[in-house]
């Protein structure tokens, strides 16, 4: 999917719902840290 859709999405059916009184959304814009490791060596 892209912005398009998830906009459509959003503003189409997601705030359409009864109960549904606002949204928030964050989006990556790219990779900070690429490692899921810790560093446990020391222990």
Do not use: C, N
Not at 13 to 30: A, D, P
Request: proline residues 5%; hydrophobic residues 40%; glycine residues 10%.
């Amino acid at each position: 999917p892209d912005m398009e859709y998830y906009q459509d999405f959003l503003l189409g059916r997601l705030t359409r719902i009864e109960g549904v009184t606002g949204v928030q959304s964050s989006f990556i814009m790219r990779k900070v840290i690429d490692k899921t490791a810790l560093p446990l060596g020391h222990l």
